[in-house]
């Protein structure tokens, strides 16, 4: 993974009060899907469109800062009952998005919103709804279970936190045994980041509902990765986390669950710092796992491969990232005999949605 593309895509600029005919926004706005119960903005529209509305009658400005890092921003205007408002001045793309709001230079959450770690801080959310999300709908189907466990570390010479998916039916037929995807989240998020901004289980759910994967067990734990700056990635250090990871959790999960423990029924994957995790580990410890998937996380070239019968290598990004550099490496793992898949998120850049729908690609080719 490179940094720089942690930076991508979010930006959005100043309103404008004025719209020209080219920008003609559609009043159709309604509550976004992330507002806190009762809370009628932040508005999305049809468009894409994100409005604001930010009550600070004392302040002298107020920016909306959307995406990861907050780069970029939406200036509001001051209305005569203390209110500041102001529209994205183009609109978004489809999916989750981090925000929050600066007041005479100083940073909050939106009071309307929703909360979700990223950038190192819990972050205002904002979804646009997308075309296709139906894939990561709540329905009534079938639902498996996301769980705390609290496993020891004598490395860290602590306990540490995961969240655990089991699949519907997991808790009913106690003979059967199941393999095994640990997935890692980004730079400045945690482990609870799978399941509330990527709606994993949920994925999984319908997936499972639709017969189009195997049923599987997803381990999400903190990649320690949020000790290092932004742009920092060559002072980050594998070792700490890879023993984590690989003597500590594992164990832990094969002894407390019904995994089937052995390197073909062992996954793992991650978004972007994640990805990095993955492809590090994965050279590193061959004989660990024998899928591996890097979602925005950079690729393999055929000499990274340490393992010959490894048996998925799946590699994705955003259209608006670098997707040539997928299809290259696809192809020239191709060449060399493995079995490489590629996958490009259409209309999206370094976010959840190119997430989410990496997953929904990648679930059906595990096990």
């Known amino acids: 993974m490179k940094i720089k593309l942690m930076a991508l895509a979010f930006t959005c600029c100043v309103v404008g009060a004025a719209q020209s005919d080219s920008k003609k926004i559609k009043e159709d706005f309604k509550p976004s899907t992330k507002n806190q119960p009762g809370k009628e903005y932040p508005q999305v529209n049809s468009q894409g469109y994100a409005r604001f509305r930010i009550e600070a009658p004392a302040a002298d400005s107020v920016r909306v800062s959307l995406g990861l890092g907050g780069r970029g921003g939406t200036k509001l205007e001051k209305g005569e009952d203390g209110f500041w408002m102001g529209t994205t001045e183009g609109p978004m793309d489809e999916g989750f998005h981090y925000y929050h709001v600066d007041v005479d230079g100083?940073?909050?959450?939106?009071?309307?919103?929703?909360?979700?770690?990223g950038s190192v801080r819990w972050e205002s959310g904002i979804e646009i709804?997308?075309?296709?999300?139906?894939?990561?709908?709540?329905?009534?189907?079938?639902h498996g279970k996301v769980e705390q466990i609290l496993f020891p570390s004598p490395s860290t010479n602590t306990s540490r936190r995961a969240f655990v998916y089991t699949p519907p039916g997991y808790h009913k037929d106690q003979s059967k045994r199941y393999p095994v995807l640990y997935l890692q989240h980004g730079w400045g998020e945690d482990e609870t980041a799978w399941s509330n901004q990527g709606h994993a289980n949920l994925i999984m759910?319908?997936?499972?509902?639709e017969g189009k994967t195997k049923p599987f067990l997803i381990v999400m734990t903190y990649g320690m990765t949020n000790e290092i700056k932004f742009g920092g990635l060559r002072n980050f250090d594998i070792k700490p986390f890879q023993t984590v990871l690989v003597d500590e959790l594992i164990p832990y999960v094969d002894q407390?669950?019904?995994t089937v423990a052995d390197e073909n029924h062992r996954a793992m994957g991650g978004l972007s710092m994640g990805g990095m995790e993955t492809r590090t580990i994965t050279m590193n410890k061959p004989g660990v796992f024998s899928h591996y998937a890097l979602l925005s996380g950079g690729v393999y070239s055929p000499d990274d491969i340490k393992k010959e019968d490894v048996k998925l290598?799946?590699?994705s990004c955003g259209s608006k990232e670098s997707p040539e550099r997928i299809k290259e490496s696809v192809a020239a793992l191709k060449s060399a005999g493995y079995n490489a898949v590629g996958y490009i998120s259409e209309g999206t850049a370094h976010e959840f949605q190119t997430w989410r729908r990496s997953l929904y690609e990648l679930a059906p080719l595990l096990f």
Do not use: C, M, S, W
Request: glycine share 6%.
């Open 106 to 117: 100083g940073t909050f959450n939106d009071p309307g919103a929703k909360n979700y770690y």
């Open 205 to 209: 759910d319908n997936l499972i509902a």
């Open 313 to 315: 290598v799946f590699l």
């Open 129 to 142: 709804p997308a075309h296709d999300q139906e894939f990561y709908a709540l329905k009534d189907v079938p």
């Open 256 to 258: 407390n669950f019904r």
